[in-house]
C-alpha cells in the first residue's frame, strides 16, 4: 500500500514537470531588440518555433498593418533563406514628418532554401523598422507559418479584451513611449542607418542583449518547474509519514 502511495505522488510530480514545461506560448510572436519607442526605429523580430514533430518550418509570410504603415522596413540577410519585402500604395495617404506617404511596406516573406526550421527548434527573423506610429500603443502583425508537407498555421486572430488567448494569436509589437526629452528612442542614428541600410552595428549589439533575456527567461522557467516538482514531492512525503506515525 505504501508503495503505491509513492508512486502515485510520484506520478503527480512528473505530471506537474510535464504540465509546466509544454510550450505555453510556442507561437509566432515578435519583440523588440532593445526598444520600440513611438516616432522612433527599432530592430525587431519575429519569432518562429517549429511545432511539428514531423515537418520542417519552410516560409513565413508576414502581413504589416494598413492603419498604421511602416514606409522602411529593411530585412537582415539570412543563411538559408530567401526574403521578398512588398510595397504597395495606401488607400489613404498619411502625413510622416511633414511628408505625404503614398505607399508602404505591406508584406514580408521569407523562403528557406534549405531545410528550413527542423523539428525542436526555433528562428528569428529579423527586420528595421520605422517610422513607428505615435498614436497607438501597439502594432498587429498577422503571419501564416508554412511547412514542408505544405500545412499552413495562420498565426492572423487578434486577441480580444477581457477574453481568453485566442488558439492562432496574431504578433503583437508593443511600443513604448518616447523618451522625457520628447524624443523618440533610437530616432536619431537608427533612423539614419534605416535609411541607407548600414544596421550591421546597432543589430549585433542588440542580438546579444535579446540573446540575454532569452537565457534569463529559460532559467526563470527552469527553477520554477523544479520547484513545483520539489514542493509536490514534499506534500507527498509528508502524507506518508503522518499515515505512518498514525499505523504505528
Same mark, same amino acid.
Given at each position: ?31 523588440? $531588440? ?49 526574403? *521578398? ?13 511633414? $511628408?505625404?506617404? #503614398?505607399?508602404?511596406? #505591406? ?36 503571419? %501564416?507559418? #508554412? ?17 481568453? $488567448?485566442? *488558439?492562432?494569436?496574431?504578433?503583437? %509589437? ?44 529559460? #532559467?526563470?522557467?527552469? %527553477? ?25
Amino acid at each position: 500500500m505504501k508503495a503505491s502511495r509513492l508512486a502515485a505522488a510520484g506520478a503527480l510530480a512528473a505530471s506537474a514537470v510535464v504540465v509546466l514545461s509544454s510550450p505555453a506560448f510556442a507561437h509566432v510572436s515578435v519583440q523588440p $531588440e532593445g526598444t520600440a519607442a513611438k516616432g522612433g526605429y527599432a530592430v525587431v523580430d519575429f519569432k518562429v518555433p517549429n511545432e511539428r514533430d514531423d515537418a520542417s518550418t519552410t516560409k513565413l509570410e508576414v502581413s504589416f498593418p494598413t492603419d498604421h504603415p511602416l514606409v522602411s522596413v529593411l530585412p537582415q540577410p539570412m543563411d538559408g533563406w530567401r526574403v *521578398e519585402v512588398t510595397r504597395a500604395k495606401l488607400a489613404k495617404p498619411v502625413e510622416l514628418e511633414g $511628408e505625404k506617404i #503614398t505607399e508602404a511596406v #505591406t508584406k514580408v516573406i521569407w523562403t528557406a532554401d534549405g531545410k528550413g526550421i527542423q523539428p525542436g527548434y526555433f528562428q528569428k527573423f529579423p527586420l528595421s523598422v520605422g517610422a513607428l506610429p505615435k498614436d497607438t500603443d501597439e502594432l498587429v502583425f498577422k503571419a %501564416l507559418q #508554412t511547412y514542408s508537407d505544405k500545412e499552413v498555421v495562420r498565426w492572423i486572430e487578434v486577441q480580444q479584451d477581457g477574453q481568453a $488567448e485566442p *488558439e492562432n494569436p496574431a504578433p503583437v %509589437l508593443t511600443l513604448s513611449d518616447a523618451s522625457a526629452d520628447g524624443h523618440a528612442q533610437g530616432s536619431g542614428s537608427e533612423a539614419s542607418a534605416a535609411k541607407t541600410g548600414n544596421t550591421a552595428a546597432g543589430t549585433s549589439a542588440s542580438v546579444s542583449a535579446s540573446d540575454s533575456a532569452d537565457s534569463s527567461d529559460t #532559467t526563470a522557467r527552469v %527553477l520554477g518547474v523544479v520547484g513545483i516538482a520539489v514542493g509536490t514531492l514534499g506534500v507527498a512525503y509528508g502524507v506518508l509519514a503522518g499515515r505512518r506515525r498514525t499505523d504505528a
